[in-house]
Structures are given as structure tokens and as C-alpha cells.
């Protein structure tokens, strides 16, 4: 296996926190639906899951934009 420098370490480690990030988002999405609750309630969980895919993918855009500069 070849050497990485620390950069290449340092942004596999931070893809590897977006990743798991969008893994909990789909942990949480799979939670929400298992709950029987009032439309009204569905529809403020839908809300806060597209809230955090967009937050999501800003930090992944972010992490692109990070690393994209430094080489």
C-alpha cells in the first residue's frame, strides 16, 4: 500500500464523518417512520430530515472545496 501524505489522511477522515453523518441521517429517517404520529408531526420530521441532508451536503460540498484547494 503506498504512503499517504497527510492530507490524503486527513480528508479520508473527514469523508469518512460525512459519510457516517448521512448513515445517522438514514438511521433517523428509518426511526421516524416506525412511529405512528399525527400528519402534522410526519410532516415536521420530513422537514427536519431534509434540513439535515441539506446541512449535510454543504459539509460534504465544504470538505470538497477544503481539499480541491489544497492541491
Known amino acids: ?9 486527513e480528508w479520508a477522515h473527514d469523508w469518512k464523518i460525512i459519510v ?3 448513515e ?3 438511521r433517523l429517517e428509518d426511526l421516524f417512520k416506525r412511529l405512528d404520529v399525527s400528519p402534522l408531526r410526519e410532516m ?3 422537514i427536519l430530515i431534509l434540513n ?3 446541512y449535510a451536503w ?5 470538505i470538497v472545496e477544503k ?5
Open 1 to 9: 500500500m503506498e504512503n499517504l501524505s497527510p492530507q490524503d489522511t
Open 20 to 22: 457516517n453523518i448521512f
Open 24 to 26: 445517522e441521517i438514514e
Open 44 to 46: 415536521q420530521q420530513e
Open 52 to 54: 439535515l441532508k441539506k
Open 58 to 62: 454543504s459539509l460534504q460540498n465544504y
Open 67 to 71: 481539499y480541491k484547494k489544497e492541491y
